[in-house]
């Protein structure tokens, strides 16, 4: 192999873009994952059920 191939092949190699949606995706996949998880700690916690409970129970018993 000469060294302008090598050269072509090593420049082909670098501007090569083949994986990158896959990555893309796997790096969404693993914020949204996260983002996830972090919301439904803050929704599972006390303070935050208390105030959808009272929210519900309220709305329920409107009356007319």
């Known amino acids: 192999m000469t060294r302008s191939e090598l050269?072509?092949?090593l420049a082909a190699l670098a501007h090569d873009d083949d994986g990158m949606s896959t990555v893309e995706y796997a790096v969404g996949t693993v914020a949204a994952?996260?983002?996830a998880a972090l919301l439904y700690a803050v929704?599972?916690?006390g303070d935050v059920?208390?105030?959808l409970?009272?929210?519900?129970q309220r709305?329920?018993?409107?009356?007319?």
Do not use: E, N, P
Not at 53 to 56: A, C, E, M, P, R
């Open 7 to 9: 050269r072509g092949r």
């Open 33 to 35: 994952a996260a983002f």
């Open 43 to 45: 929704v599972s916690g």
């Open 49 to 51: 059920l208390t105030a």
């Open 53 to 56: 409970t009272g929210i519900v």
């Open 59 to 64: 709305a329920l018993s409107t009356t007319f």
